[in-house]
């Protein structure tokens, strides 16, 4: 997919507008789950989740190879959408995000902080997709998938830094989206010639990766009715699932239930803020704690952007409704 002096490439370019976030093993968290415990601190970005990295290489490369593009275009429950919106400032081009309808209204503001025009249509990110790419063609706009090879590199580079740092992890729990960040570790890890053990994290209710990798063909699901709408993806993408299969070491899914008591074991044992996506990987390791029992593991903090209402329901005690 990349060889590592692409890596390092990419590595220049996030570094141009962000320092490297920081990976820190939380003594609480040992406590409380039997084991290190590294969080790999992606919430700590300019827009608050590990995205901009990938929106950064590929709007630079864009600049540079096409400079004949006047306007950017792409899906997004949010994270994806703040990247390009932040990265399109950087390189003066117009950026223009769908969102299906009753999207995160704060992930909404947060990308037209940015400088994004925000469209709304469907009823998921699913219905948003398609959506977007016909705006794309009227407008004469790229469409930037969710999935590519330059947004894999360019969010690749928090994988780098977590292996320098930690050279000897037995495990990396990561969420999976559409795919970018797990595909981006496991090239990582395989580069690097670690051994790391790579488990992503899906919700019972968004579930397609995890079913098309039981069944070894792609399935999409009729809903993806999750409170951690980061993840909430209806279809694999064909690229990422078989990224995926060749290095995963296997794919567990998390309830909404699990999801928020990590949001709340997160707050309590490091004072970070979660989203319900940036806890998926902290709710694999707590149910499957008993498995990794003295070993030194990492989880990925994607994102911290929940909404407000959301929060306060999950600190409360609760769940939120998708």
């Not at 999750?226 to 995926?244: H, K, M, S, W």
């Amino acid at each position: 997919m990349f060889s590592l002096n692409e890596l390092e490439h990419a590595s220049t370019i996030v570094y141009a507008a962000m320092p490297p976030t920081p990976q820190y093993a939380w003594p609480l968290l040992a406590e409380a789950l039997g084991c290190t415990v590294w969080v790999k601190h992606e919430n700590h970005t300019p827009i608050g989740a590990f995205k901009i990295r990938g929106g950064l290489v590929y709007c630079d490369r864009m600049a540079r190879e096409r400079p004949q593009i006047t306007g950017i275009v792409g899906a997004s429950r949010g994270n994806h959408g703040q990247s390009l919106a932040y990265a399109g400032q950087r390189i003066g081009l117009p950026v223009t995000i769908v969102v299906p309808h009753g999207n995160s209204p704060e992930k909404n503001a947060a990308m037209r902080g940015f400088g994004a025009s925000i469209v709304e249509i469907g009823r998921d990110f699913d219905e948003a997709l398609p959506n977007a790419r016909s705006i794309a063609a009227e407008i004469g706009g790229e469409f930037v998938p969710s999935f590519h090879r330059e947004l894999v590199c360019g969010v690749a580079t928090y994988a780098s830094e977590l292996l320098y740092a930690v050279p000897n992890l037995d495990a990396i729990y990561v969420p999976i989206g559409l795919g970018s960040g797990i595909c981006g570790v496991l090239r990582t890890r395989d580069l690097l010639g670690r051994r790391t053990q790579v488990v992503g994290v899906v919700s019972t209710e968004a579930e397609a990766y995890a079913l098309s990798l039981d069944a070894g063909r792609a399935i999409a699901t009729d809903s993806a009715a999750t409170f951690a709408d980061g993840i909430a993806v209806r279809a694999p993408d064909a690229e990422a699932l078989e990224l995926i299969r060749a290095g995963v070491d296997r794919v567990i899914r998390v309830t909404d239930a699990e999801v928020a008591d990590a949001i709340r074991l997160m707050w309590r044992t490091t004072h970070n803020a979660a989203e319900g996506a940036g806890a998926a990987a902290l709710a694999g390791l707590m149910q499957e704690r008993g498995r990794m029992q003295g070993r030194e593991v990492a989880v990925v903090l994607c994102g911290q952007n929940i909404d407000t209402g959301k929060l306060a329901t999950v600190l409360g005690g609760g769940v939120p409704t998708p």
